[in-house]
């Protein structure tokens, strides 16, 4: 090779790697294992980890091995149980087989030994092993323990025990069991002393989404809570966005039965002294307390209100010589109030009674059924109230056989005489109410007390002024726990009186014509109130929030859901 040759060949470019070669390094730096540092291992710490994969290997396909061998027996074995458990079809009412149905509520002691047939929801399911498992079933405020137990040889399968753990949380089912006692009481459940072994078991609606919560969570109490801060916390905007589900707890379910209690010794009592139930429009032509906390509505091409109460049409009532009347109903109040108490529509339980002689007939007639309410919601209501105060505790309230009595000017000296500042015409303040319900407590050992005298600049413009004293009215309110539930007073049943209020309320007489003109054909003296049935219930039950016990509330920031 010339020179020249020579200074070219040394000049020229290195020939690039082919891909084969390529390959090769790659596989050489695959195959080289790093340790922590990043260092490649030494001899004797790659033969460790390799002895180490193998390992791991032979333990993996053991794991395999034994799986396939399991399922291979267990079809061999076949389902003793197979048409004891499983999905039933979708309940479209095409039999009716008369079964006689056991509400878990009803299960006692005295039925052990007995086949019973029960709905009921699977709050959690538990296994134990692979041949038992746990279920706890809830109908309403009840709950009961039930198990699924394959040491029944040849009744009950472990496929049918891996299927009632598989059932998912809040799955309605259907089952048929023996009615058991259990060596120790089942603590965790309402039903305590006895306990469900199961024959058979159909899922009848299952649940196919995520909850948004546990049941156990959504029951859960303050001190619950204290003595473990890990546990997850519901919060109250979480449970009413998804209300079917929170109103599911045995508690809620406990609520809402006092509620509808309320309602119903409300008007058992009332039929009983001679009243007469009413139904009045909610859709007004003016408002029916005055003032601008009221809803206008566009109707048809006018507008008309949502009533604010059935003031106008239980007097109305009255003229028309209904002597006694009440009414359960939505109240609406647009009031931009976003509290612990107060809600936009609420259910008023309404009254109006004509009397003889004084409005205090009236007044203590009404104090006297709140009595009877009270007192018969501890006795005939005593296992509802057991389980709500187990997640809300609160004491029974206290009440003599008769109502206790204080006027305006006592309640002013009171809350004077343990440092409050307020004038003689002042209305509370929520928190001076609040210690007034305290003060009372302190002094007469009452948590219900009626307040009588009020003043008359604040309230209403068709309340009594008192005869003796213009600044005030024959007016009182009835506190509970010292809270307000109900707002009532002698009404005025002159008319010429009765102009003479609303012009000095600065209300135009024009837009109450009608209800002006039910006075001139003549009225008897009568008296009455409003109660709001939320607050009765919250305030009987300690219950801090009124949202708690309202169905679906209604605030100035809730219309759902």
Request: charged content about 25%; aromatic content about 8%.
């Amino acid at each position: 090779m010339s020179e020249q040759e020579q200074q070219k060949s040394a000049t020229a470019p290195a020939a690039e790697p082919s891909s084969q070669q390529i390959g090769a390094v790659t596989n050489q730096m695959q195959d080289v294992v790093l340790d922590s540092e990043g260092n490649p291992l030494s001899k004797k710490a790659l033969k460790k980890l390799e002895k180490e994969r193998e390992k791991e290997k032979k333990k993996q396909e053991r794991l395999e091995r034994e799986a396939a061998e399991r399922a291979a027996r267990e079809a061999a074995e076949g389902d003793c149980a197979a048409d004891k458990y499983g999905k039933a079809e979708i309940n479209m009412s095409k039999t009716q087989t008369n079964t006689k149905w056991t509400e878990i509520k009803n299960l006692s002691t005295a039925m052990a030994g007995q086949t019973v047939n029960i709905q009921a929801r699977v709050q959690n399911s538990r296994p134990t092993g692979n041949k038992m498992c746990f279920l706890v079933l809830r109908e309403g405020t009840a709950t009961v323990q039930g198990l699924v137990d394959a040491n029944r040889e040849n009744v009950i399968s472990k496929k049918m025990v891996k299927y009632a753990n598989s059932i998912p949380s809040e799955s309605i089912v259907s089952i048929t069991a023996e009615v058991t006692v259990p060596k120790e009481p089942v603590k965790s459940c309402t039903i305590g002393n006895v306990e469900l072994t199961v024959n058979s078991l159909f899922v009848i609606s299952e649940v196919t989404t995520v909850l948004p919560f546990s049941i156990e969570d959504a029951s859960r109490s303050e001190e619950d809570y204290e003595k473990d801060p890990t546990l997850n916390k519901v919060l109250l905007d979480t449970r009413l966005n998804s209300r079917v589900v929170d109103l599911r707890t045995i508690t809620n379910n406990a609520i809402f039965k006092i509620q509808a209690a309320v309602g119903l010794l409300f008007r058992e009592y009332l039929t009983n002294q001679n009243f007469t139930e009413i139904h009045s429009p909610k859709i007004i032509g003016a408002a029916s307390e005055g003032g601008s906390n009221v809803f206008q509505i566009s109707y048809f091409k006018r507008s008309a209100y949502l009533a604010q109460s059935p003031q106008l049409y239980k007097q109305a009532c009255i003229a028309a010589d209904f002597g006694r009347v009440y009414e359960i109903g939505p109240v609406f109040r647009a009031e931009n109030a976003n509290t612990y108490r107060h809600l936009t529509e609420y259910v008023g339980l309404d009254l109006e009674c004509s009397f003889r002689e004084h409005y205090h007939e009236v007044m203590y007639m009404i104090g006297g059924m709140f009595l009877y309410i009270f007192k018969n919601l501890e006795s005939r209501w005593a296992h509802e109230l057991e389980i709500i105060r187990q997640q809300y505790p609160s004491e029974p309230v206290r009440i003599d056989d008769k109502p206790l009595c204080l006027e305006f000017k006592d309640a002013i000296a009171l809350l004077r005489k343990h440092g409050e500042e307020i004038g003689d015409l002042d209305d509370f303040s929520t928190p001076q109410e609040r210690r007034l319900g305290e003060l009372v407590k302190m002094e007469y050992g009452a948590d219900f007390y009626m307040l009588d005298k009020f003043p008359l600049g604040i309230r209403p413009f068709y309340t009594m002024p008192d005869p003796n004293n213009p600044d005030y009215s024959n007016s009182y309110d009835f506190f509970l726990r010292g809270e307000e539930i109900m707002s009532g007073a002698q009404r005025i049943h002159d008319p010429a009186l009765l102009t003479e209020r609303i012009k000095a309320q600065e209300i135009d007489p024009a837009t109450l014509a009608d209800y002006i003109k039910g006075f001139e054909y003549g009225c008897p003296p009568h008296a009455g109130g409003g109660i709001g049935l939320e607050r009765v219930v919250m305030f009987f039950l300690g219950i801090h929030n009124i949202r708690n016990v309202s169905l679906f509330p209604r605030d100035p920031k809730r219309v759902e859901p």
